[in-house]
């Protein structure tokens, strides 16, 4: 059954350093996703991605945030200057768009700023 | 603001002992009710879309039903291994957008 992956599972980085988070949606889907969990937190929505653009963005995804599709299957998250509160799970989600948005994640990258 | 809130944020069960978690919600306009089952340290796995009130959906052991301000996942004759954090998301109306805005979940704990 296709699945989202992500890598690396973990990354530990000191604050203000620049740190890639890499995903590989399914491969027909059409719409990428980045969410994120602090410890003992809601899931929040961070950035949408269509057609090789942001679809929509929360607060949250400031100017230290971007996202890209550098080729045909991988999606990245970038975060410029980490802060210790960057530090949570980041999910990478994908969603086909066509007959069905239902999204479906990958398990995630646990980052640590130290 | 789409709002989603979810109770009990604990369930202890015995197993065999069926139960229901709620989740209300406030949006304008819902799209889809997402419902997902997530493992520590895991991304949320997809279980259930509900789209319209009345519609209902099984999977083995668990029924997810939807009314225009709630919606219940039902589980009969839970067992350990359903033990796990049930998350439900709203998804606004299309021109909206395709986030989802995710409840703070209900903590299953199955004993044996």
């Known amino acids: 059954e296709p699945e989202v992956t992500q890598t690396p599972s973990h990354q530990v980085t000191q604050m203000g350093q620049e740190v890639i988070l890499r995903c590989v949606p399914i491969s027909n889907h059409l719409y990428f996703y980045w969410y994120r969990q602090i410890l003992g937190q809601k899931v929040e929505f961070l950035v949408s991605?269509?057609?090789?653009?942001?679809?929509?963005k929360s607060e949250i995804f400031d100017d230290q945030f971007s996202v890209e599709r550098p080729d045909g299957s991988n999606f990245t998250l970038k975060i410029r200057s980490t802060k210790l509160e960057d530090s949570a799970m980041y999910f990478c989600a994908s969603s086909e768009g066509r007959l069905s948005y239902e999204q479906y994640f990958g398990p995630g990258t646990r980052l640590t700023v130290t | 603001e789409d709002q989603v809130t979810q109770s009990p944020e604990a369930l202890r069960l015995q197993e065999g002992e069926s139960s229901s978690l709620n989740c209300s919600y406030t949006?304008?306009?819902?799209?889809?009710l997402f419902w997902y089952r997530q493992d520590p340290g895991k991304g949320p796995e997809f279980l259930f879309t509900l789209y319209s009130a009345g519609e209902e959906k099984e999977k083995e052991r668990l029924k997810a039903t939807l009314t225009k301000k709630e919606s219940f996942l039902h589980i009969t004759a839970p067992k350990p291994e359903d033990s796990a954090t049930y998350l439900c998301?709203?998804?606004?109306?299309?021109?909206?957008?395709?986030?989802?805005?995710f409840g703070g979940g209900t903590r299953l704990m199955v004993k044996p």
């Open positions: 998301a709203v998804q606004p109306p299309r021109d909206a957008g395709n986030m989802l805005t």
């Open positions: 949006v304008s306009g819902l799209r889809g």
């Open positions: 991605f269509y057609n090789n653009e942001i679809s929509e």
